[in-house]
């Protein structure tokens, strides 16, 4: 990381494209050294990130955490645990998954096991790795056939919950008045959907942004190895979960959309560490 006395300065242009970047690998101008910046999306890319490491010195992955190298992340399984509560908050038991079975799957499941519900694989829509609006539209042709029908849904990403509005609105389903619907990114396009997405805002830009330092820190002092970090997230609650938090004179599940403090992950783990 940087030394006490020193600062750099990225704007945030070029952090939201570090981010946002479909190719493995950006080799930027503005450094001498070489380096690799690495979006993780699947267990597939687990051959790509090998053989970067054969022929770059310095890699940082953002937002999933690959092997011992360094990474900038967010808490997948807070993340859900976040969204899932906020349901549970608004009365919601009946409750479907929607997306990958990843990291997301457990803060589902302990979200609900906290509050005493019995998980079940009946209201899981999707394996597969990717999280599309496509996928989305599917998962609701499914749900609208369940019975009983969920009252609420969780989708992976904001991408999914997308595809859910449009399928579940297909089928006389309108969201949040017979589904609620609450999601994972809060992309740009969350605020602007019909209804308004309730989300976990993930800090993207910051996330390009921090890595882009811990790589030039990296340089700078070959000596000391980079520190995984796991940066805060916090509920955006919007429209799509059927309640907003000015409409409810105070909320009694406060606690549960507290942001988590910010955390440092063991290079040899892929379990966050509290500070």
Not at 133 to 153: E, F, I, N, Q
Not at 195 to 200: D, G, I, M
């Amino acid at each position: 990381m940087l030394g006490p006395h020193q600062s750099i300065r990225f704007d945030n242009t070029f952090s939201q494209h570090v981010f946002t970047t479909r190719f493995h690998n950006v080799f930027s101008q503005r450094f001498s050294f070489r380096h690799n910046f690495i979006r993780s999306f699947g267990p597939p890319f687990l051959t790509v990130v090998e053989r970067a490491r054969e022929r770059i010195d310095n890699i940082v992955c953002v937002e999933r955490k690959w092997m011992n190298l360094p990474a900038v992340v967010f808490d997948r399984v807070e993340a859900a645990y976040l969204a899932v509560s906020r349901l549970l908050y608004l009365d919601h038991r009946r409750i479907a998954y929607a997306g990958a079975q990843d990291d997301r799957l457990l803060g589902y499941r302990n979200a609900l096991l906290d509050h005493d519900i019995s998980y079940s694989a009946s209201l899981v829509l999707g394996d597969g790795s990717v999280n599309t609006p496509g996928d989305g539209y599917r998962h609701a042709r499914v749900l609208a056939a369940l019975s009983p029908r969920p009252t609420a849904v969780f989708a992976c990403s904001d991408e999914v919950a997308a595809g859910l509005i449009d399928g579940l609105h297909e089928r006389g389903c309108r969201v949040p008045e017979d589904v609620a619907l609450v999601s994972v990114d809060d992309i740009p396009l969350a605020a602007h959907l019909r209804p308004r997405l309730t989300t976990v805002h993930v800090p993207a830009a910051e996330m390009g942004g921090y890595a882009v330092r811990m790589l030039h820190g990296w340089v700078m002092h070959a000596a000391q190895p980079p520190i995984s970090v796991v940066l805060p997230i916090h509920l955006a609650v919007r429209d799509s979960c059927g309640a907003s938090l000015d409409s409810q004179g105070g909320d009694k599940g406060a606690a549960a959309l507290v942001p988590p403090r910010p955390s440092t992950l063991d290079n040899s783990s892929s379990t966050p560490n509290r500070l």
